[in-house]
């Protein structure tokens, strides 16, 4: 019966975030019904001492990276600098090889750390005309957008500053560069094996006659000319630093602070009480923090005279979204601190416990929680929430670097998680005016093929020692 308890909570939640309706709010409703079911003297106890706890201790660690990446991505977008990088994909890749393009360029505002819902509102204008330009069915760019935003950028090469790679680095206190050459091999198989597989669709789709398609949505923003844009190596620039900055702070922060840093009544005179701080946990987060400011910084220092007239107004739509996306996952984190609570989810973890292999074992816990809620980050952070020690345990045991179980559990994170209530699947889909039966075969497609990648790396490690 405890089983079915959790089960019920995590189906109901499931068809929640489904039928679009706000986990903010259905989360918590979800979790203390399931208490409701277990224990009934336990609801507000549970809600101030275990959901509540849960969901601010993610919002303080988190939101600034979600903020900061939002409000970048915006400014990227508003300089004119991610249109200025789709012409220079188009002109060096070339529109004959629209995938190709639509992919990288996806790949590298991911990586550059430009929110994946920016993205997909960014690029999708350029896309669509690409697609029509070459005759390429339009239902199948979602698949294509898909596999360069929501794939091996977000999760898996390393130093990607996207909210799934950072997450583990609080509970294994790894950095987000964890095992860069398994990381590299992973990157390069899913990209590989998902442009061959949209060739492969794109190919067989044209054979039959099939054409771009009636095109009845209006375009977002009207592509701009590429004369009127800022050149391309200054478009990239805030992505270069981004990436630079990241992995230069994160060497340096260990070195200014050491392991830990305390404030005391010499510092700040206002202090009731020292405040000690472990410095290894938060390294990764402070790193992405500060190379996204830094990128902001020069956005603003190189471009001003073209986001100043929508600086407000596209801050504020920036500010909103990063909210919105933070208490999102922040309530689907309490949700997961109280379902492991309960003595269904004890079931359920030892019985995962049964499967022998540490990195299979946290794969499929990780992959099988984000499928079933919906989110790569809500997913893993049910699983970590829940499972962590026992993960970390189990790797100490088998000689396993965390670093290797910090890259298998965030590529795992985003291998399930786009099934069809999926936040970015519904909004990729709303943006492009498609629909789940036009084109969603497409994105699961990537989607299995991210799944089997973690696998492969798996598989990788244990052949090669990789690390």
């Known amino acids: 019966m405890s089983f079915l308890i959790v089960l019920a909570a995590l189906a109901f939640l499931m068809l929640a975030a489904y039928r679009g309706y706000s986990v903010i709010l259905f989360a918590p409703i979800a ?15 549970v809600f101030s001492g275990i959901f509540m706890e ?18 970048f991505g915006k400014l990227v977008e508003l300089a004119g600098f991610s249109e200025s990088i789709v012409h220079a994909a188009i002109r060096y890749i070339g529109r004959t090889r629209a995938n190709a393009v639509i992919v990288a360029v996806c790949a590298l505002l991911t990586y550059g750390g430009v929110s994946l819902f920016v993205v997909v509102f960014a690029v999708y204008p350029f896309a669509a005309e690409l697609y029509r330009q070459s005759g390429i069915p339009k239902r199948l760019m979602p698949g294509a957008i898909a596999l360069g935003a929501f794939s091996f950028t977000m999760d898996t090469l390393p130093g990607t500053p ?15 560069w964890a095992a860069p050459s398994l990381s590299i091999v992973g990157a390069i198989a899913t990209a590989v094996t ?16 099939e054409g771009y398609g009636v095109d009845d949505d209006k375009p977002r923003q009207a592509p701009g000319t590429p004369q009127a844009l800022p050149h391309p190596l200054l478009s990239l620039a805030p992505l270069v630093l981004v990436g630079v900055a ?27 009480k020292p405040v000690d701080l472990a410095i290894k ?15 902001i910084l020069l956005v603003c220092a190189t471009a001003f005279h073209r986001i100043r007239a929508s600086f407000a107004e596209g801050t504020k739509s920036a500010v909103g979204g990063a909210l919105l996306a933070a208490m999102n996952t922040a ?36 992959t099988t929680l984000a499928g079933i809620t919906g989110s790569a980050s809500g997913g893993m952070s049910i699983a970590l929430a829940a499972m962590a020690d026992s993960f970390i345990a189990l790797c100490n045991q088998a000689g396993i670097p965390l670093e290797v179980l910090h890259r298998v559990v965030a590529m795992a994170s985003g291998g399930m998680d786009t099934l069809p209530h999926n936040g970015a699947v519904i909004t990729l889909l709303a943006v492009t005016g498609l629909t789940h039966k036009q084109s969603y075969r497409d994105i699961f497609g990537i989607t299995v093929i991210k799944t089997l990648a973690v696998f492969f790396v798996i598989a990788v490690y244990y052949m090669t020692g990789l690390v």
């Open 31 to 45: 979790a203390l019904g399931a208490v409701l079911l277990t224990e009934p003297g336990a609801v507000a106890p």
């Open 281 to 295: 946990p938060v390294v990764g987060i402070w790193a992405v923090e500060g190379a996204l400011l830094l990128g």
């Open 246 to 272: 990241n992995f230069a702070l994160t060497a340096a922060i260990t070195k200014w602070y050491g392991t830990s840093y305390t404030l005391d009544g010499s510092l700040l005179p206002g202090l009731q």
């Open 331 to 366: 309530s689907e984190y309490g949700f997961g601190g109280v379902i492991a609570a309960l003595p269904g989810f004890i079931a359920v973890s030892h019985s995962l416990r049964s499967i022998p292999d540490p990195l299979v074992n946290a794969a499929i816990s990780v």
């Open 162 to 176: 996207q909210i799934q790679n950072i997450i583990p680095t609080t509970f294994f206190q790894t950095t987000g």
């Open 54 to 71: 849960k969901m601010v201790g993610f919002v303080k660690l988190y939101f600034p990276v979600f903020l900061l990446g939002a409000v």
């Open 194 to 209: 998902g442009l061959v597989y949209l060739e492969w669709r794109r190919r067989s789709v044209m054979a039959k006659g």
